[in-house]
């Protein structure tokens, strides 16, 4: 990338990269904020509202590359995260993410944490450092989930009930919203049975 930006810039590329970097940066948000996500209209690819179903979304695993497709989850509540290894928020978030994982797995609770990282390779070389993932680790580098959701900051985590419908948003992240974010899975979990 940083050669594409030299080709079309010349000189100016270390200008633009810093820009680029500084924007990017901004939008990895530290401050978890419940966001009800009501500004776009659906369907113009604009967000998904709050209380509106999820529309299709089918990622690929970054473990073999098949499918993942969460309408196949209907019936479990889902934690759908949009993450990414360069965002600082996201790598503090994904280990508390899987822990969770682990302890809610047998309550109908399904993890799917999708990485925008533009090559596999950086997610997997921030997955490795942890020897095993309960969570569903997939891969979107056309950034096609994040078109369609619109997050707010980075991470952003999107609480989908066992109807398909989105209950809550979290967007970014602070250690204090896993507790939060658990209790609501657990609500949501609850209420499915």
Same mark, same amino acid.
């Given at each position: 990338m940083?050669?594409?930006?030299?080709?079309?810039f010349g000189s100016r590329w270390v200008l633009c990269a810093a820009? /680029?970097?500084?924007?990017?940066?901004?939008? /990895?948000?530290?401050?978890?904020? #419940?966001e009800p996500v009501a500004q776009a209209k659906k369907g113009a690819g604009g967000?998904?509202?709050?209380?509106?179903?999820?529309?299709?979304?089918? !990622?690929?695993? !970054?473990?073999?590359?098949? #499918?993942?497709?969460?309408?196949s989850m209907k019936g479990k509540v889902i934690l759908l995260d949009i993450w990414a290894s360069w965002c600082g928020p996201c790598r503090e978030e994904m280990p508390l993410l899987d822990d969770m994982a682990a302890r809610l797995k047998d309550k109908g609770i399904e993890f799917v944490a999708v990485s925008?990282? #533009?090559?596999?390779?950086?997610?997997?070389?921030?997955?490795?450092?942890?020897?095993?993932?309960?969570?569903?680790v997939a891969h979107d580098p056309q950034g096609k989930v994040p #078109?369609?959701?619109?997050?707010?900051k980075m991470p952003t985590s999107y609480l989908i009930d066992g109807q398909g419908v989105l209950r809550y948003v979290n967007?970014?992240?602070e250690r204090a919203d896993a507790k939060k974010i658990e209790s609501r899975l657990l609500a949501l979990a609850a209420e499915s049975s």
């Amino acid at each position: 990338m940083r050669h594409a930006l030299q080709r079309h810039f010349g000189s100016r590329w270390v200008l633009c990269a810093a820009l /680029c970097f500084s924007v990017g940066w901004s939008a /990895c948000a530290t401050s978890g904020t #419940e966001e009800p996500v009501a500004q776009a209209k659906k369907g113009a690819g604009g967000q998904v509202r709050v209380g509106e179903p999820v529309p299709s979304i089918v !990622v690929r695993s !970054v473990k073999g590359g098949g #499918e993942i497709d969460l309408a196949s989850m209907k019936g479990k509540v889902i934690l759908l995260d949009i993450w990414a290894s360069w965002c600082g928020p996201c790598r503090e978030e994904m280990p508390l993410l899987d822990d969770m994982a682990a302890r809610l797995k047998d309550k109908g609770i399904e993890f799917v944490a999708v990485s925008i990282d #533009e090559e596999k390779a950086a997610a997997e070389a921030f997955l490795g450092a942890r020897p095993k993932w309960t969570l569903t680790v997939a891969h979107d580098p056309q950034g096609k989930v994040p #078109e369609l959701l619109q997050p707010p900051k980075m991470p952003t985590s999107y609480l989908i009930d066992g109807q398909g419908v989105l209950r809550y948003v979290n967007a970014g992240f602070e250690r204090a919203d896993a507790k939060k974010i658990e209790s609501r899975l657990l609500a949501l979990a609850a209420e499915s049975s």
